[in-house]
Every structure is written in structure tokens, then in C-alpha cells.
């Protein structure tokens, strides 16, 4: 059917309080697609669509063919900040602004930032098991008796939306609280209260908990390998609540069972949906979540309303540069 209205495919997993804002736009056409939708399959609802203006995406990656599909895209907008599953380079050299969901989701990640670093530390899932299976009087063994975080060092590794709302949380905690992020200035970090490391090998030693919050860049791919973890405390946990492949799977792995560390939190992974067989999973010291650091009920409204004022706002020609990844293309 022809329609004089601006189409914007939206991802399903959208919060309601974004759906009702395109909505309630009469010159707007919102359409709901399956958050797992991607490939041959998404190319072809975008051109049983086509035109389509906008589109929102969850997990969805969007690339040259997905562009070509929509036959006319002019925004694409994500309803979180990573963008690792988007062809940068292809939308800027066609001048379609990338908008990310700026700080809704930040707080939350970092709050599940903190949730791991505490539940290491507390040992939450043994003292569980502990109580459960009816092993009271083995509590005081020196394998069930938590640490603080109270005084302890902690190495958090990009100093952005969520690195610097983790780094506050630890503060109020009465950490120590190193920052590694070759991309901020020292004054900055240090006017916030924490300490700039340089050199990122120097600094693991130091750290008593390490915790990543930078992108998954070329950079990024493999950082924590396994050269990398063997330079931490035998006593430090590490937590991942970034992107899957900044920590090398298998090093981790071999790195919690020969006692290189002593346990670890992912929420992130190599490949989404894991295979169930990954042998990390198999291990008593790894806490792990689905990708949901991002995700509370808050969360999710916040990322949703960002996204489709995003959308709208360049379709409006008032585009919410602070929000596109590639503000360039507004020349
Ligand atoms: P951001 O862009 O605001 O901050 C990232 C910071 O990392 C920047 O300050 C940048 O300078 C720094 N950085 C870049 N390369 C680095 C390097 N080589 N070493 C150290 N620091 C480096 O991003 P953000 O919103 O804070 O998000 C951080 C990460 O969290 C991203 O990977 C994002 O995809 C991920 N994320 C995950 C979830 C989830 O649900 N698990 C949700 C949101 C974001």
C-alpha cells in the first residue's frame, strides 16, 4: 500500500513508551519487526516495506544490503549505544546518521557492573549453595569468607557514559578507583576523583577488581588475553559487561581453572545467543547474565523513547547530533 508517511521499522523488544511516541505522530508509519530478525530475512521485510525511512534495531545488524533493501533509509537508529553490529563507514559515506540511545541505559549497566563486582566479592553463589545443601558449619572455611570492597583497588578500563558512572559508584564504596582510558584526558579523570593509568600492563597488578566499559574496537578485540590476565592478582576478579571478544573466551577459561583467578562475571559473550556447551559454563567461579546489564524495565523505556526521538528528530531536520556515532554526515 502507498502511504504518504515516513515508514520506521522498529525493533519488538521497544519499550511502549516509545512505540507510543511514533505513534502518536500522524505522519509517521511504525511497523514492529522480530528483535531476532536479521540477514536475507530482514532484507526482505525492508522491501516488502520499501520505501522505509527509519529503522530502529535491537539486535539487528545493518549493513550495505540492509540499505540497499530499505531503498530510501534516512535514519538508523539503535534502541541501546553499542554499534559494533552496524556498518559505520557504509552509513556515512551515504550521509544516514547512526543515533545510539545516549545515557538511558547507562546507569543501569553500571549498577550490574557494581551487582558483579559484589557478588564476587560477597561470594554469592557459593554461600547460596552453602545454605541450601545444608553445610552451615562449613562457612567460616577460607573459601567462603567474602573480601570488601571497602579500601580495595579497582581498575575500570574506558572512562565514557558508563566507565564514569561505574567509577562514582565505586567511589561512594571508598575504593581506590584507577581509570585506563588512553581517549580522556588525566585532568579529567583526575577532577573526578580517580587516579589515570597510562600503561594499562602496569596498572592490573595493582587492581583488586577489574572492570571493562570500553567499545569492541580493533583495538579492543582480545585485550584481555591471556598475557594480559596473568598480570592481575591471583586474588582479583574481572568483570565484562562491554562486548564479547575483549576478553579471550579460552584464556579466561584456562585462567579459572589452573587459579590464575580466582572467579569472574560475564554478561557478555564471543557469540550471541553462547552455545550452551562453552566450557566456561561449566565452571563453579563464572557468573554470568544474557547480555542484560542495559535491560531493566526502566532501562528499556528510557532506550525507547531516546530511539524514536532520535528518529524523529532528523526526520524533523533537527537531528539530535550528540546521539549520532557519525555526527559528520551533518556536514
Ligand atoms: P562510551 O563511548 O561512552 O565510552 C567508551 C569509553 O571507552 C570512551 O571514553 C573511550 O575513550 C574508551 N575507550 C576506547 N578505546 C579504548 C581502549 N582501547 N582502552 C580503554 N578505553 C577505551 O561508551 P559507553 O556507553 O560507556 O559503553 C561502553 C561499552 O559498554 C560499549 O562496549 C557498549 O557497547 C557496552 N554496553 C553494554 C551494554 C550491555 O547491556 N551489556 C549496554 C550498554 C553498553
Known amino acids: 500500500m502507498t502511504t504518504n508517511k515516513k515508514k520506521v521499522l522498529f525493533t519488538d523488544s521497544m519499550g511502549s513508551d516509545g ?10 508509519e511504525a511497523i514492529a519487526f522480530n ?10 521485510l525492508l522491501k516488502s516495506h520499501a520505501p522505509v525511512h527509519g529503522v530502529i534495531l535491537g539486535a539487528t545488524p545493518f549493513g550495505e544490503a540492509d540499505y540497499a533493501a530499505a531503498g530510501g533509509v534516512e535514519v538508523v537508529a539503535r534502541t541501546g549505544v553499542g554499534y559494533d553490529a552496524i556498518d559505520i563507514p557504509a552509513m556515512t559515506s551515504h550521509k544516514i546518521p547512526v543515533m545510539i540511545a545516549g545515557t538511558a541505559n ?58 564514569t558512572r561505574t567509577a562514582k559508584r565505586c567511589l ?25 593509568v597510562l600503561d594499562l600492563d602496569a596498572a592490573l597488578p595493582r587492581a583488586d577488581f577489574v572492570t571493562i566499559h570500553c567499545p569492541k ?23 565484562c559487561t562491554a562486548r564479547g571478544g575483549i576478553i579471550d573466551e579460552a584464556a579466561l577459561h584456562q585462567a579459572l581453572v589452573d587459579g ?16 550452551p556447551a562453552n566450557p566456561l559454563f561449566k565452571l563453579p567461579n563464572i557468573i554470568l547474565s544474557p547480555h542484560m546489564a542495559g535491560v531493566t524495565a526502566e532501562a ?21 547530533k550528540e546521539n549520532a556515532v557519525n555526527p559528520q554526515v551533518f556536514g
Request: aromatic fraction near 8%; charged fraction near 25%; charge should be positive.
Open 172 to 196: 561512594a564504596m571508598e575504593m581506590t578507583v584507577l581509570i585506563y582510558d588512553p581517549y580522556v584526558k588525566p585532568d579529567t579523570i583526575k577532577a573526578a576523583g580517580c587516579q589515570p
Open 260 to 275: 590464575t583467578l580466582p572467579a569472574a562475571a560475564l554478561d557478555v559473550f564471543d557469540r550471541e545467543p553462547p552455545d
Open 106 to 163: 547507562s546507569p543501569s549497566v553500571a549498577e550490574q557492573a557494581m551487582t558483579f563486582m559484589l557478588t564476587l566479592a560477597r561470594k554469592g553463589p557459593q554461600l547460596t549453595r552453602l545454605v541450601a545443601e545444608g553445610r552451615w558449619a562449613d562457612r567460616l572455611k577460607p573459601e567462603y569468607v567474602a573480601v570488601d570492597m571497602f579500601e580495595k583497588t579497582v581498575l575500570i578500563i574506558g572512562f565514557g557514559r558508563i566507565g
Open 19 to 28: 512505540i507510543e511516541i511514533l505513534k502518536a505522530r500522524g505522519d509517521v
Open 300 to 320: 528499556m523505556q528510557r532506550m525507547a523513547v531516546e530511539a524514536a526521538k532520535n528518529v524523529l528528530s532528523v526526520f524533523d531536520g533537527a537531528p539530535r
Open 217 to 239: 574496537t580493533p583495538e579492543t578485540i582480545g585485550m584481555f588475553n591471556a598475557a594480559r590476565i596473568k598480570k592481575m592478582k591471583r586474588t582479583a576478579y574481572l568483570v
Open 35 to 44: 528483535y531476532f530478525m536479521k540477514g536475507a530475512e530482514y532484507q526482505s
